[in-house]
């Protein structure tokens, strides 16, 4: 009994939930829609990581991140994604399963760019006049210096995609996209 206590104080256990913070998540989410230039609505509501369009399963397989994106590197001697990443975003995968929407509050974006469901003039229609976007809760590696994010645009009738986006955080802590895994278009 001691020498378990002894453990648990020397070497803490960590919960998914304390392993990115939400100030991470929401920090990412914020700065890439801030950018936007064109009119857009941010649906606040999240798509599962084990949707119709990929399973959380391809996501995180090596060979499939080695194939679309692990070749491409920050510096000539680092590479973006590691399996120590792959382990520590499959469980983020796990903890997302619970979110099933953004929080509003947290958000840094301007209100006018969220897509408010309970106002049904905003629902997307056949010719929308903005672009409607939907994303998953962002991954991060380990190091918190990269991330992944699934995003789906709708522009209308046969206008739309899906893709697996990579952000690098940058020296001045800004996020800089640096690619992205097309997933589906129509």
């Given at each position: 009994?001691?020498?378990?206590?002894?453990?648990?104080?020397?070497?803490?256990?960590?919960?998914?939930?304390?392993?990115?913070?939400?100030?991470?998540?929401y920090?990412?989410?914020?700065?890439?829609?801030?950018?936007?230039e064109e009119?857009?609505?941010?649906?606040?509501?999240?798509i599962?990581?084990?949707?119709?369009?990929?399973?959380?399963?391809?996501?995180l397989?090596?060979?499939?991140l080695?194939?679309?994106?692990?070749?491409?590197?920050?510096?000539?001697?680092t590479?973006?994604?590691?399996?120590?990443?792959?382990?520590?975003?499959?469980?983020?995968?796990?903890?997302?399963?619970?979110?099933?929407?953004?929080?509003?509050?947290h958000?840094?974006?301007?209100?006018?760019?969220?897509?408010?469901?309970?106002?049904?003039?905003?629902?997307?229609?056949?010719?929308p006049?903005f672009?409607?976007?939907?994303?998953?809760?962002?991954?991060f590696?380990?190091?918190?210096?990269?991330?992944?994010?699934?995003?789906?645009?709708?522009?209308?009738?046969?206008c739309?995609?899906?893709?697996?986006?990579?952000?690098?955080?940058?020296?001045?802590?800004s996020?800089?996209?640096?690619?992205?895994?097309?997933?589906?278009?129509s």
């Open positions: 009994m001691k020498i378990s206590l002894l453990l648990f104080i020397l070497f803490p256990v960590f919960a998914p939930g304390q392993m990115v913070s939400e100030d991470n998540v920090g990412l989410i914020s700065q890439i829609f801030e950018e936007k009119d857009y609505k941010l649906d606040l509501d999240l599962p990581y084990n949707n119709r369009h990929f399973k959380a399963g391809d996501l397989n090596l060979d499939f080695k194939q679309n994106i692990l070749t491409r590197s920050f510096s000539a001697d590479t973006i994604f590691n399996r120590v990443d792959l382990g520590f975003m499959e469980s983020q995968v796990e903890e997302s399963r619970n979110r099933k929407r953004l929080n509003e509050k958000l840094s974006i301007d209100r006018k760019y969220l897509l408010i469901h309970d106002n049904r003039s905003e629902q997307p229609q056949r010719f006049e672009q409607t976007y939907k994303i998953s809760w962002p991954l590696s380990k190091d918190k210096k990269a991330a992944l994010m699934y995003v789906e645009n709708f522009c209308g009738i046969e739309g995609g899906g893709q697996i986006n990579i952000y690098a955080l940058m020296e001045d802590s996020w800089k996209w640096i690619g992205a895994i097309l997933i589906w278009v």
